[in-house]
């Protein structure tokens, strides 16, 4: 009996199974306009991603409560892309060729957005673009637009708020190590770093990449201990950035200034791993509880956020992306209501040629779909006690370094 | 049937497909068939070392991964060309760089193929898990070369634009990489089927049984393996080669991905592994399972079912697919059995 | 770069904490791999739920890891003799262990690495515990607890199965079930008991690795696959079954990607570690020390 049996059971599972998944396609009314995407829900981004899906279905349930777009419900269509760049190009193609989507927004991250733009290109519609890094720099698309303030030299953006820094102390450092985690990001902003490090009359002591997934940061800090440099920047990912951080205050690195670039003390999670460690280091944020900061709705968004995030076990604060997020859908909203259509051609002309009001303040983009100006924040932390999260909501943790018009105080050096 | 015959027909029934296919005016269809298509082809390539000889090779991302990196190299050759080579050389390379397709999966297939014979002499001596071991080490090797290799983008990853249309057929370039992915498909199950049917399959066979066994008989051992590791290593390696144009943005992390060793492994293992049907049976099933539960359930469940599946297989049907089909079969006639002299265990 | 003394010999003693703690994470490989020839490749998988045991009693007791993982060793136990059961009815007793057994660790992997990812999610985890913060400083070496207190839970460990496998009348059936089965028999032992016991105590040092690892680094559902490359060449090239062999393994890697990043530049790491386990396979397959 058994094997014979099972086989019949299994078959009639996966027919019901497909069945159920055909059906399940095509019972969509014609009504709501559309919104597609897809989000890292799992793999390696997925805590970006969740907070990004929140943020947007928030979005959603706020325009719909107020009656839609155009007099149309609003209608979010969404797929995981399991952080897998491979899963992008047939999602984007199902979402604009079968589900007939609206409107397309990009999945999370340079590496999930890349692998869109052909198929978006190629249908002509315009794309809202969530926190990618210099994509649109090789498809040169007019219909891009990208909410990470990073302005229209996107890689330089960050590099280029701490070294801002380092230019206005007294005195200016003389030497600098770069280091950065071996992927897409960390190798953008060292690139951009060692370029801004020469032209500054830096001399670049350290400069090296290591592999995302080492186990033991100590060989790297002490090998930069060594070399003896002023300043340290650091490009890396979460868990590395942590690794690091350990590791250099372990080996007892003395430097004025540490940190700058790295992915990581963005997030709730890694701050409080981080702790006291964060003390005196550079990191750049996108937005800071600071009364400079106090852009109109923002309070209320993070607050509405924050309580639904407790609840979904996702980044708690949700100061970095999930505010953006937010404030992109808006433009796409608000585009569509003054183009007073869903002409793809149109809406890019009317992102073109306005300023939107946003949560995070008000945005306009230049030719290449970035902000006109950057606006990332280098921020020291300062005052950390133990490994709580609540503590980061205070706006006396964070001294706000570089832009100007946001500056909250003065550097404090050394790091240790 | 002879192997030209079975050529041709499976080449008509693969062109029939397509041009159904078109017929749809869908290019989800050919997004979605793409994937599955080159599943097919990596797990057939896996199966010629996988399941013929009985070499299990966790690196199969490694020759993919070849693949696509020898198309990024020649997409980046023209730029490259331009700037640093004097000029009546730099337009003899702009000329013929990036090739077309064919050309491109032809070197894919030799760059991977070599990398094949290369791992081949290098695990000579080893055996069983000690050979599985070394192509996962020999993949880290790889990834860590491509990661530090700036002429192909390195860990920044590398664009490759894909035109929208094709010049000399006319249609949309994912409908093209559709088809040539389904001619490789025709090639990959064709080669395989020959190769089970010849003495070369005879041999692998004997490597598969009883190595030790085999070498004393005669059997050139070394030889053949050699074999097998570069034509399995060179068709991994011409799936790979097109997978540049169809992401647009290629990166080591997502060419070297967990994704391909796993599917390439489990796809002939639950499709079975004693013959080619075994492979794309295996692959068009859980292909197609993917690629519907992404778009349907969450994709952390989707995982679960194959593994579970996986798991659920290997443990019922340890023939995978084909051998259940086997079994039921034979169970209906016990004397054909009986004729040939098999043994039909008690369950 | 220049080559300071005082730097190689902190890279040197970095390295040797490092393989003192992947020598944690490859016994257990050593006993189900090396000695009973079963290819377990979800032991890391294994090893990550341990840390995410490990991280819940952290969070909810407060208790700390190592502790944690010494209490949960038994449910560890049977957890393996478990799978040892399913494992031996469905692939050992068909004969069939060598492709299809390697194909349902496969499965086995994926599966408990998707369950830890629907239970937990895929944030980084990390646990508390007063040393992990703390650094001892001697002259121009600084030894940090985080890395010194694996080590030295590590060392115990592998001595300790060191002297159960060499010493006790289980442990030393469980060195002859990898040479002969049947003779084994014939003394009136059961091998599949015994190779069920062994199997057993490989998965219940995962909890113990991973309570390690988690002391070490964050960690979230699929930071295992690291771990698969790296413990299955400490295990080929100790030279499988032997645990000496397997600690000066483990050591050596350590100490090759510790100085290959201190001096050479982190990135090459991987590439000089597994290099230099290829070259072994190449040269000398029966690893350092051969059974």
């Given at each position: ?22 059906t ?8 709501p ?22 943020a947007i ?11 839609g ?18 899963t ?32 978006v290109m ?11 890094v ?17 302005g ?13 820094v380092v ?12 280091t950065g ?33 080492s ?15 002023e ?28 940190g700058?670039?790295?992915?990581g ?5 890694v ?33 509405r ?22 404030a ?23 992102m ?35 490994n ?12 706000v ?14 790091y240790? | ?39 097919i ?10 399941g ?5 090779n ?21 730029a490259?060309?331009?700037?640093h080579?004097?000029?009546g ?6 000329a ?19 990398v ?8 000579l ?12 080490a ?6 860590t ?12 990853g590398?664009?490759v ?29 064709t ?24 070498e004393?008989?005669g059997?050139?051992?070394l ?33 070297f ?8 492994i ?19 099933l859980?292909?197609?399972l ?34 259940l089909?086997n ?19 008690p369950? | ?14 390295g040797?904490l ?42 909810r007791?407060?208790l ?10 038994p ?13 031996y ?42 040393y992990i ?40 059936a ?30 219940a ?5 991973g ?48 100085i290959t ?31």
């Amino acid at each position: 009996m058994s094997t014979l049996t099972v086989l019949f059971r299994q078959m009639t599972f996966a027919l019901a199974f497909l069945a159920a998944m055909f059906t399940a396609g095509s019972a969509m009314a014609a009504d709501p306009i559309k919104i597609g995407l897809s989000m890292a829900l799992t793999g390696g981004l997925a805590g970006n991603g969740k907070a990004a899906l929140l943020a947007i279905q928030m979005w959603a349930d706020d325009v719909n409560a107020k009656g839609g777009l155009l007099g149309r419900k609003v209608q979010i269509v969404h797929y995981d892309d399991q952080s897998n760049p491979s899963t992008v190009p047939s999602l984007y193609t199902k979402l604009i060729d079968l589900d007939k989507v609206d409107l397309v927004v990009s999945p999370y991250g340079t590496n999930l957005i890349a692998p869109a733009m052909p198929v978006v290109m190629q249908k002509g519609m315009t794309m809202m673009s969530l926190f990618g890094v210099g994509v649109n720099k090789q498809f040169d698309y007019d219909r891009y637009f990208q909410i990470m303030p990073l302005g229209v030299d996107s890689g330089y953006a960050i590099p280029n708020a701490f070294f801002e820094v380092v230019k206005a102390m007294n005195p200016m450092p003389k030497t600098v190590a770069i280091t950065g985690a071996d992927a897409e990001f960390g190798k953008i902003s060292t690139d951009a770093a060692r370029d801004i490090a020469k032209k500054m009359g830096l001399k670049i002591v350290y400069d090296r990449s290591y592999p995302p997934a080492s186990v033991d940061f100590a060989p790297i800090a002490r090998a930069i201990q060594s070399a003896n440099p002023e300043v340290v920047f650091i490009a890396g990912y979460p868990i590395d950035s942590v690794g690091l951080f350990r590791a250099i205050n372990e080996v007892g690195l003395k430097a004025k200034l540490v940190g700058g670039g790295s992915a990581g003390p963005q997030f709730a999670a890694v701050k409080a791993q981080l702790g006291p460690m964060l003390n005196n280091a550079l990191g750049y944020e996108t937005y800071v509880p600071s009364e400079k900061m106090n852009f109109p709705g923002i309070q209320d968004f993070l607050k509405r956020y924050q309580d639904k995030a407790a609840a979904q076990g996702i980044d708690p604060l949700g100061f970095y992306v999930p505010p953006f997020i937010y404030a992109a859908m808006e433009i796409v909203g608000q585009a569509v209501e003054k183009t007073k259509s869903l002409d793809q051609k149109a809406l890019a002309k009317t992102m073109h040629e306005n300023s939107f009001p946003t949560i995070v303040g008000d945005i306009r983009f230049a030719k290449n779909g970035e902000w006109t100006q950057p606006r990332m924040l280098m921020v020291q932390y300062k005052g950390i006690e133990g490994n709580g999260v609540d503590q980061f909501r205070d706006p006396a943790r964070y001294t706000v370094l570089y832009p100007p018009a946001f500056k909250s105080g003065d550097v404090i050096v050394p790091y240790r | 049937m002879r192997t030209w015959q079975f050529f041709l027909i499976s080449l008509a029934i693969a062109l029939a497909g397509f041009f159904a296919a078109r017929l749809y005016q869908n290019d989800y269809l050919f997004f979605a068939g793409y994937v599955v298509l080159q599943f097919i082809v990596m797990a057939t390539a896996w199966n010629i070392l996988g399941g013929y000889c009985g070499y299990v090779n966790f690196g199969s991302a490694a020759f993919f991964a070849m693949g696509a990196y020898t198309t990024v190299v020649m997409t980046k050759l023209p730029a490259f060309a331009n700037r640093h080579l004097p000029e009546g050389l730099a337009e003899i390379v702009t000329a013929i760089t990036p090739p077309s397709m064919p050309v491109l999966i032809i070197l894919g297939g030799v760059v991977a193929g070599l990398v094949g014979l290369g791992t081949g002499y290098l695990t000579l001596r080893l055996r069983g898990v000690f050979f599985a071991i070394a192509t996962l080490a020999l993949a880290v090797v790889l990834q860590t070369l491509i990661v530090n290799w700036d002429f192909v983008g390195g860990s920044r990853g590398a664009y490759v634009i894909r035109p929208a249309t094709t010049a000399w057929l006319n249609i949309n370039y994912i409908e093209y990489l559709f088809l040539v992915m389904l001619i490789l498909v025709v090639v990959a199950l064709t080669t395989a089927r020959a190769i089970e049917r010849s003495r070369l399959g005879y041999g692998f066979a004997t490597i598969r049984d009883d190595e030790m066994a085999a070498e004393a008989c005669g059997v050139p051992t070394l030889r053949l393996k050699l074999v097998a590791t570069t034509l399995s290593g060179a068709f991994m390696g011409m799936a790979g080669a097109p997978f540049p144009y169809y992401i647009g943005y290629l990166e080591p992390s997502s060419a070297f991905g967990l994704a391909y060793a796993v599917n390439a492994i489990a796809m002939p293992m639950i499709g079975g592994t004693t013959s080619w049907v075994g492979p794309l049976v295996g692959a068009v099933l859980l292909g197609t399972l993917q690629q519907l539960a992404t778009v349907t359930i969450s994709s952390a469940v989707s995982l679960l079912i194959v593994g579970l599946l996986l798991v659920f297989f290997v443990i019922i049907a340890p023939n995978g697919l084909i051998g259940l089909f086997n079994d039921f079969f034979r169970r209906k006639k016990p004397e054909a059995d009986e004729a040939r002299g098999a043994v039909v265990k008690p369950s | 770069m220049e080559f300071p003394v005082e730097l190689f010999i902190n890279a040197l003693i970095a390295g040797i904490l490092l393989g003192g703690f992947y020598a944690a994470v490859t016994v257990g490989i050593s006993i189900s791999f090396g000695i009973l020839d079963i290819v377990n490749i979800a032991h890391p998988a294994f090893i990550i739920l341990g840390s995410y045991i490990a991280y819940i009693a952290n969070q909810r007791l407060g208790l700390d890891p190592i502790l944690t993982s010494i209490l949960v060793l038994p449910l560890f136990y049977y957890l393996g003799s478990l799978i040892y059961q399913v494992y031996y009815l469905s692939f050992e007793k068909r004969g069939q262990e060598a492709l299809r057994g390697l194909a349902f660790f496969f499965g086995l992997l994926f599966v408990t690495e998707v369950l830890l990812i629907l239970v937990f999610g895929v944030d980084y985890r990390y646990v508390q515990a007063g040393y992990i913060d703390t650094t001892l400083r001697f002259a121009f070496f600084d030894l940090p607890m985080r890395m010194v207190v694996p080590f030295i839970i590590s060392m115990v460990l592998l001595a300790g199965l060191q002297w159960f496998l060499s010493k006790t009348f289980t442990g030393r059936a469980i060195m002859a079930v990898a040479q002969d089965q049947l003779a084994l028999s014939l003394m009136a032992a059961d091998p599949i008991r015994i190779k069920r016991i062994a199997f057993a105590i490989s998965i219940a040092t995962a909890a113990i690795a991973g309570a390690l690892l988690i002391i070490i680094q964050p960690v979230e559902p699929s930071v295992g696959r690291e771990y698969i490359g790296r413990v299955f060449a400490i295990c080929v090239l100790g030279g499988m079954g032997s645990i000496p062999g397997m600690i000066i393994a483990a050591m050596l890697l350590g100490i090759v990607e510790s100085i290959t990043s201190t001096f050479y530049g982190p990135s090459w790491a991987p590439a000089v570690a597994f290099g230099f386990l290829l070259i072994t396979l190449a040269v000398r397959p029966a690893g350092l020390l051969g059974r």
